[in-house]
């Protein structure tokens, strides 16, 4: 899997892509999703290309500045042979090989999850993908 270009037209507070290998439900936002952090994206980045990816479950995340949450960019994929991502969403082109999408949305919420009627919590999109990753996901 590679991203074989990331455009990004915008500004943001934060940019990141991390693997997601575990989450911790009693956080939200980037702290929710455990993994590693990856280098070669960051709120500096306005244009990479050929990024090699591992065999994870990656999210890739950009927070607008100055902040909005309709205007900040969520992406989860993994790895599938021969499919292909394309997002072009909020300042944000992306392109990756051999992925495919997952599904970020508050469906996912566990609605007996103690922070499932918190906003900070349940609008949260990383955190709405880390229900879909730990009901999905996690073996």
Request: glycine fraction near 4%; include cysteine; charge should be neutral.
């Amino acid at each position: 899997m590679r991203i074989r270009e990331i455009m990004v037209s915008k500004t943001f507070k934060y940019l990141w892509l991390k693997t997601v290998e575990g989450v911790d439900l009693s956080q939200h936002c980037a702290r929710c999703l455990a993994g590693e952090y990856s280098k070669a994206v960051s709120n500096t980045t306005e244009r990479a290309e050929n990024i090699t990816l591992g065999d994870s479950v990656y999210y890739l995340c950009g927070v607008a500045l100055p902040f909005n949450w309709h205007h900040n960019f969520h992406l989860a994929f993994r790895p599938r042979l021969g499919s292909e991502v394309e997002l072009k969403s909020n300042g944000i082109h992306v392109v990756i090989e051999d992925a495919e999408r997952l599904p970020v949305s508050a469906e996912y919420i566990d609605p007996d999850d103690p922070h499932a009627n918190t906003k900070a919590y349940n609008t949260c999109r990383n955190w709405q993908f880390a229900h879909y990753y730990k009901k999905r996901l996690m073996h």
